[in-house]
């Protein structure tokens, strides 16, 4: 429980992930939440139904989020998608999981957004966030990706991948663009504005 402030920790439950615990590769963050997504799973550290994978995109793919490693300031780091892990707990406080955030992992829902995620009250309507709430139990059964996105046009990887075989369904090898689109009529999930989002998911 290292990871979590004071206060977090009197709420947060024992036995909760840490980054050791987790598989990561750089810029790959929908297959490290679903990795993260299946570590719980095979764990039982809490219960699967109380996960959800969150896409952050938008229909210009460019989402502003504060707090990222790859931006040592306070200026945020512009993603085409950003994916986060959300657990909500039958007890205690909300929290996400963000292995690219500087803030403490697991961080409080309402620390997270304020600090990451902000207010799209005072960026551009081009930059307004919304997200993609999807159960984890889903995710891992529907998402599948082969990476084809992370190639330029030469072919050549833009970042290295995981290590690991790609991950595929029986009906899918690649299907992530269902994932970032932000269109509530294609794939799985809901699509929340960034204000339904904490309205829904914070204490505040």
Not at 33 to 60: G, T
Not at 84 to 103: A, E
Request: contains cysteine; proline residues 7%.
């Amino acid at each position: 429980m290292n990871n979590l402030n004071a206060g977090a920790a009197d709420d947060y439950q024992s036995g909760t992930p840490s980054r050791e615990d987790c598989i990561y590769t750089s810029c790959y963050c929908e297959e490290n939440v679903w990795k993260l997504c299946e570590h719980i799973m095979i764990q039982k550290q809490f219960h699967l139904e109380e996960v959800y994978a969150v896409f952050i995109s938008n229909d210009r793919k460019m989402v502003p989020i504060w707090k990222q490693k790859s931006n040592s300031g306070d200026e945020p780091v512009l993603w085409d998608y950003h994916v986060i892990l959300l657990h909500v707990p039958s007890r205690g406080q909300n929290v996400i999981y963000d292995l690219d955030t500087v803030l403490p992992f697991p961080c409080p829902f309402d620390t997270y957004t304020k600090d990451a995620l902000r207010s799209d009250d005072f960026i551009k309507s081009i930059y307004r966030r919304k997200l993609r709430v999807i159960p984890a139990d889903i995710y891992l059964k529907t998402f599948a990706s082969d990476r084809s996105h992370m190639k330029d046009n030469s072919g050549e990887w833009r970042m290295p991948p995981p290590p690991y075989p790609c991950i595929e369904t029986a009906e899918s090898k690649m299907n992530i663009n269902s994932f970032i689109s932000m269109d509530p009529k294609v794939g799985w999930g809901e699509v929340n504005t960034l204000t339904e989002f904490v309205q829904r998911f914070g204490m505040t």
